[in-house]
């Protein structure tokens, strides 16, 4: 939550808020001349906090001889609901990597067959060479798949405490139009 406090008259801050948003691109969702507008800004493949969905809700009310102007920032639930289910599908495919790169080592040390060891086969019989590069590959692939996920858990962490980043350039964009 941000609050700001511009010299301005409430029509008049309403209607320069409502502009500075319209040209950064936001998208107006619900608004209440001029006490209240509510907008999505961002896009579901933005990654920072500035660039990700999110929804603000800009409550002004009179004060002194200006407008003072509260900003309410929330992460959009679909962008929310994105990353989870990208991250546990990352998570899903990782354990399945993990689980071939092991059936095909235990066929490589000892010849124990599992579910994944018909990969391994060529001509109905396992080649070495391909045996190994399938281990490499999988683990590899397991590894870079557990790394995005740590990152997009510290992205989302990053975005989450900066969610409010967007409404304070707009807030202190407003201010500088009162001068």
Do not use: C
């Amino acid at each position: 939550m941000l609050e700001r406090s511009v010299s301005l008259e409430i029509e008049k801050a309403y209607s320069e808020l409502k502009t500075i948003l319209l040209q950064k691109g936001s998208k107006v969702v619900s608004e209440e001349p001029p006490k209240q507008i509510s907008i999505e800004h961002g896009s579901l493949r933005g990654v920072t906090p500035k660039s990700a969905k999110k929804l603000v809700k800009y409550d002004s009310s009179p004060h002194d001889s200006g407008t003072r102007i509260i900003s309410h920032s929330s992460i959009s639930p679909d962008w929310a609901k994105l990353t989870l289910w990208g991250n546990i599908m990352a998570g899903i495919v990782a354990a399945m990597f993990w689980w071939i790169a092991t059936d095909m080592n235990n066929l490589a040390l000892d010849g124990t067959t599992g579910y994944w060891t018909w990969l391994a086969r060529a001509f109905g019989y396992p080649d070495i060479r391909y045996l190994s590069f399938m281990i490499n590959v999988t683990k590899a692939l397991s590894i870079v798949l557990v790394a995005t996920i740590i990152l997009e858990i510290l992205d989302l962490i990053i975005v989450h405490r900066m969610i409010d980043t967007f409404a304070a350039e707009t807030l202190e964009e407003l201010a500088q139009k009162q001068t």
